[in-house]
C-alpha cells in the first residue's frame, strides 16, 4: 500500500498531466467541467451521457482532449446543495471509484469546489483534503496511488491553499516533509462533519475589493471561527436569489460593505433586517452613508488592516456575548 499525499499547483486543470482528472457533476456543468465534457463532447456523439446522477459516475479516456489520460465525472448534487459535508464526501467517493476502476493509478487531478459559489474557501478546501485523507486510510484505495494534486488556476489562491494545507494537514500527507512545528489535524477533520456558524458578507465585486473581502473580513471571521461565505453575482449560476437568501437566512451575522452605495449590497441588508439577522455595516473612510443607513453602527475604516482589527475586535466581543 503505497502512502499518497496531496498537492497544490497553479495552473490549468484540462492542461495538467495526471493519469486521471477527477470532475464533478453538479447535474449541469460548470467552469472546469463544461471545458472538459465540450472537449470530449468534440470526440464523441455520446455526450449526453456524461452526465451522473448523485451516487453514479462516468469513466472515460481523454483520448487527447485534455492532457490528463482519463477523466472521471462523479455524479453530485445540484450545486447549490453542495456544501461542505458534500464536498468531503466527492473527495471521498473519488479515491473509491477509481480503487474499482483504475486501481493501478498512480497520480491524479481534480480542483477545488465551493468558493465560485460562495462557501467558505479555507473550510471548502479543507474539507476535500479532508475527504482524501479519510478515503487514504480506508481499504478502497489504489494501491499504487502516489499523489492527488490539486489544480488552482489563480496565483494568489494557490498561494493560500498551500499555506493552508500546511498549517492544517499532517506532513505524512503533503509534499512538504518539514514544517517546524506540530500540526493539529482536528481541522481538517472536522471540515465537512461539524456544522459551523457562518458569516454572509454582502459586497461590491471586482478586483479592488477582493482584498478587503480576504484580509479585511475573511480573515478575521475565520480567527474567532466563522465561516465566511458571499456569492458572487458575476461568477454564480443558477437561482442566485434563493442562494443569497437561504444563506441570509441561515447565516450568525450579515457583514455588509456599504462602499460605493451598491444596489444589490442594500438589497441583501434590507432582507437581512427583514429575517432579523443581526447586520455589522463596514465602509471606507469618506463615503457617504445612504439615508437608509445613517444611524445605523457602522465600522469605518481608513485601510484593510484597519478594518481587519476593528472586525475582529467586534467579532471576538459578538461572539463572547453569545456564549
Avoid at 3 to 20: C, E, L, M, Q, Y
Avoid at 112 to 132: K, N, Q, S, T, W
Avoid at 161 to 176: A, C, G, Q, Y
Avoid at 296 to 313: F, G, P, S, T
Amino acid at each position: 500500500m503505497s502512502n499518497p499525499t496531496i498537492h497544490i499547483k497553479k495552473g490549468d486543470a484540462v492542461d495538467f498531466s495526471s493519469d486521471v482528472l477527477i470532475l464533478k457533476y453538479a447535474q449541469a456543468y460548470y467552469g472546469v467541467d463544461d471545458i472538459a465534457a465540450q472537449r470530449l463532447k468534440s470526440r464523441s456523439h455520446n455526450y449526453p451521457a456524461i452526465a451522473p446522477r448523485p451516487g453514479d459516475h462516468v469513466f472515460l479516456p481523454s483520448k487527447g482532449q485534455v492532457v490528463a489520460r482519463n477523466v472521471l465525472f462523479v455524479g453530485v448534487p445540484e450545486l447549490y446543495k453542495f456544501g461542505y459535508p458534500e464536498i468531503r464526501e466527492f473527495a471521498i467517493s473519488s479515491i473509491e471509484i477509481l480503487a474499482d476502476e483504475l486501481p493501478e493509478v498512480e497520480e491524479v487531478s481534480m480542483t477545488m469546489h465551493g468558493v465560485g459559489y460562495g462557501l467558505d474557501e479555507r473550510e471548502a478546501f479543507l474539507a476535500e483534503v479532508g475527504g482524501l485523507i479519510e478515503a487514504f486510510q480506508s481499504t478502497r484505495v489504489p494501491r499504487h496511488l502516489a499523489r492527488v494534486t490539486i489544480v488552482e488556476n489563480d496565483v494568489r489562491r494557490a498561494a493560500r491553499l498551500r499555506r493552508i494545507l500546511k498549517e492544517n494537514v499532517p506532513p505524512k500527507f503533503v509534499e512538504t516533509s518539514h514544517y517546524g512545528k506540530t500540526v493539529s489535524s482536528t481541522p481538517v477533520m472536522e471540515a465537512g462533519v461539524r456544522t459551523k456558524p457562518h458569516v454572509f458578507v454582502a459586497m461590491p465585486f471586482g478586483e479592488e475589493m477582493e482584498d478587503v473581502f480576504i484580509f479585511g473580513i475573511q480573515g478575521p471571521a475565520n480567527a474567532v471561527g466563522y465561516l465566511c461565505e458571499r456569492v458572487d453575482m458575476t461568477v454564480f449560476t443558477g437561482d442566485i436569489l434563493n442562494r443569497i437568501k437561504s444563506r441570509i437566512e441561515t447565516a450568525s451575522l450579515v457583514i455588509a460593505d456599504i462602499t460605493g452605495g451598491n444596489a444589490n449590497v442594500y438589497l441583501e441588508i434590507g432582507y437581512a433586517w427583514g429575517k432579523a439577522r443581526p447586520t455589522l455595516l463596514v465602509v471606507r473612510k469618506g463615503e457617504d452613508l445612504k439615508f437608509d443607513v445613517q444611524g445605523q453602527r457602522c465600522i469605518v475604516y481608513k485601510n484593510i488592516n484597519d478594518l481587519a482589527k476593528n472586525l475582529e475586535k467586534d467579532l471576538t466581543a459578538l461572539s463572547r456575548e453569545k456564549s
